[in-house]
């Protein structure tokens, strides 16, 4: 479709001024840009967009769309923030590369984050087949990040034990070849098992293949909690070591050992900047975290797979044991914390008849049963065949606000889109931005704001022609309104779009109009081939 937009505020994503202009498109891209009232005359749309900024379509950098774009792709939740490409395969756990056995496996693993569609057409087992599918049509774009966990999990299955060699060529083996079918890099997951189970050796290994195809490494790491610090320095030296650039998912310090911390981690970062390595992060404008409710426990009890984990959480001693490690030592999978049951709230859950348990912490089940909280937890991990979501209430404003004016932030919303009550990030965090943080409390201006959105996370992925208002790019769009754009999604209603985005363009095509999702589906993989 080509279009012709009259008098927009244009914030072009590099974070200089903004400026008003006219902004023709054609055949999917931007074709000129003049002052006000000079477009040439052509065939097409003329928008009237006096009052509206007209940015480049949001990145969003790290989500979980894994699932919903194939079972509905039209992808409203993105789609209404702005967003126009999202970054998939994320936390080392995804649904490419597998076998039959891996991808079953994952299936129950992963039903809390992305549902289990049973109607879904579980066809591809390759990254480059996942791709092909994601190719058959969806509203947004979307690049794909080779989960390091389900690697592993194809390799030497859910052991608690380092690769042989002949196991580490094959799983550098696989990573080189999700780089070549199109991936733009790798993740890992390093509290959630298998990939929990790695050591930095491992990591660094898996990382050079990675850099000699030109992807980055994007780690969820081993704590975001205890041993925050000691965690992002291993992410750094695995960089260091590999030369692959590093970006950090979900930058964060959570728990109250690391209240007022953020600072700490940034000075960590900016050294390293300093000596030459290439690292951005991402984040999210919120303070509760959400995750599957199993990613608590211990590694040691998911060793196995998710059906020994099923099985020992029914055993009486391991479960006296499971909640000494949860509730007083801190587990690795509560990143070292000894878990707080008034912070864990039930988002979500696989069977209809626990639908009781959404909206409730595990303190306030406990309190309505009349049984130890850990109890609770663990009974409802068993029915719920470990597809339980929940929030974990554990942040910190204060860090929120310090970490995302960093000059390396781009914007991740984590959002997860199963559920019955899920976290607000995954329909509000590009608004909220816009929103609260630029025009409320006016902690980023709306040029820096747009750049962590667009063009930052652009040159990241190794997208020269997207990112940017700008001749020669690509015509995906956000139009926006800077006097009401917020969100209205909340932690009891979370599926709600925003307001003050009434146009969104992807390719050149519209998937929200007149603030109205239009069902086209003009979204493509984008793959990174080097």
């Known amino acids: 479709m080509n279009c012709t937009f009259r008098g927009a505020q244009v914030v072009d994503g590099s974070g200089r001024p903004s400026y008003r202009a006219d902004v023709v498109t054609k055949a999917g891209m931007i074709t000129e840009i003049t002052e006000p009232g000079q477009a040439t005359a052509g065939t097409g749309r003329v928008l009237d967009v006096d009052g509206l900024v007209l940015a480049p379509g949001f990145i969003d950098m790290h989500a979980h769309s894994d699932l919903a774009l194939l079972t509905d792709p039209h992808h409203v939740a993105k789609a209404a923030q702005g967003v126009t490409l999202e970054v998939l395969g994320q936390d080392g756990l995804g649904y490419a590369p597998v076998d039959d056995t891996t991808l079953r496996q994952l299936r129950i693993q992963l039903a809390g984050w992305n549902g289990d569609p049973e109607d879904l057409d579980w066809d591809w087992r390759t990254v480059g087949g996942y791709l092909d599918r994601l190719d058959e049509?969806?509203?947004?774009?979307?690049?794909?990040?080779?989960?390091?966990?389900?690697?592993?999990?194809?390799?030497?299955?859910?052991?608690?034990?380092?690769?042989?060699?002949?196991?580490?060529?094959?799983?550098?083996?696989?990573?080189?070849?999700?780089?070549?079918?199109?991936?733009?890099?790798?993740?890992?997951?390093?509290?959630?098992?298998?990939?929990?189970?790695?050591?930095?050796?491992?990591?660094?290994?898996?990382?050079?293949?990675?850099?000699?195809?030109?992807?980055?490494?994007?780690?969820?790491?081993?704590?975001?909690?205890?041993?925050?610090?000691?965690?992002?320095?291993?992410?750094?030296?695995?960089?260091?070591?590999?030369?692959?650039?590093?970006?950090?998912?979900?930058?964060?310090?959570?728990?109250?050992?690391?209240?007022?911390?953020?600072?700490?981690?940034?000075?960590?970062?900016?050294?390293?900047?300093?000596d030459g390595c290439d690292i951005s992060m991402d984040s999210y404008p919120y303070t509760a975290g959400s995750t599957t409710l199993a990613a608590l426990l211990p590694s040691w009890a998911a060793e196995g797979g998710p059906q020994a984990l099923i099985d020992r959480l029914q055993d009486l001693p391991t479960r006296t044991r499971l909640r000494r490690e949860l509730e007083e030592l801190g587990s690795?999978?509560?990143?070292?914390?000894?878990?707080?049951?008034?912070?864990?709230?039930?988002?979500?859950?696989?069977?209809?008849?626990?639908?009781?348990?959404?909206?409730?912490?595990?303190?306030?089940?406990?309190?309505?049963?009349?049984?130890?909280?850990?109890?609770?937890?663990?009974?409802?991990?068993?029915?719920?065949?470990?597809?339980?979501?929940?929030?974990?209430?554990?942040?910190?404003?204060?860090?929120?606000?310090?970490?995302?004016?960093?000059?390396?932030?781009?914007?991740?919303s984590d959002g997860l889109l199963a559920g019955t009550r899920p976290h607000p990030r995954a329909w509000g965090t590009f608004p909220r931005l816009l929103g609260r943080y630029v025009r409320e409390l006016n902690l980023l201006t709306l040029e820096e704001c747009v750049a962590k959105m667009t063009s930052r996370p652009a040159r990241r992925l190794g997208l020269p022609t997207r990112g940017l208002v700008k001749p020669g790019h690509l015509a995906d769009l956000v139009l926006f309104d800077p006097e009401t754009v917020g969100d209205v999604a909340t932690y009891d209603e979370a599926r709600l779009p925003p307001l003050g985005i009434p146009f969104v363009m992807v390719a050149g095509t519209w998937v929200i109009d007149e603030g109205r999702p239009t069902g086209a589906r003009p979204g493509r993989s984008v793959r990174r081939l080097r």
């Open 332 to 412: 690795d999978g509560c990143h070292g914390v000894p878990v707080d049951w008034s912070t864990v709230q039930i988002s979500g859950v696989r069977d209809p008849a626990n639908q009781a348990y959404v909206g409730a912490t595990l303190a306030d089940l406990a309190v309505r049963e009349g049984r130890a909280a850990a109890d609770v937890y663990f009974d409802l991990l068993v029915r719920d065949r470990l597809g339980t979501t929940c929030l974990q209430h554990v942040g910190h404003e204060e860090n929120v606000r310090v970490i995302m004016r960093h000059p390396a932030h781009t914007v991740g």
């Open 137 to 274: 049509g969806i509203a947004v774009n979307a690049a794909y990040l080779i989960p390091h966990g389900t690697v592993r999990a194809l390799v030497l299955g859910w052991e608690n034990r380092p690769p042989t060699s002949g196991e580490l060529d094959k799983m550098r083996e696989l990573v080189a070849e999700g780089m070549r079918q199109g991936a733009v890099g790798m993740s890992s997951g390093l509290t959630y098992p298998p990939g929990m189970y790695a050591d930095t050796e491992e990591l660094v290994e898996l990382c050079r293949v990675v850099a000699a195809h030109g992807g980055y490494h994007s780690p969820h790491h081993r704590s975001y909690g205890r041993n925050a610090l000691a965690a992002y320095a291993e992410m750094i030296e695995v960089s260091r070591r590999s030369s692959c650039p590093l970006h950090l998912a979900h930058t964060m310090m959570n728990f109250p050992d690391n209240a007022g911390r953020a600072a700490d981690l940034l000075r960590m970062i900016d050294d390293a900047l300093s």
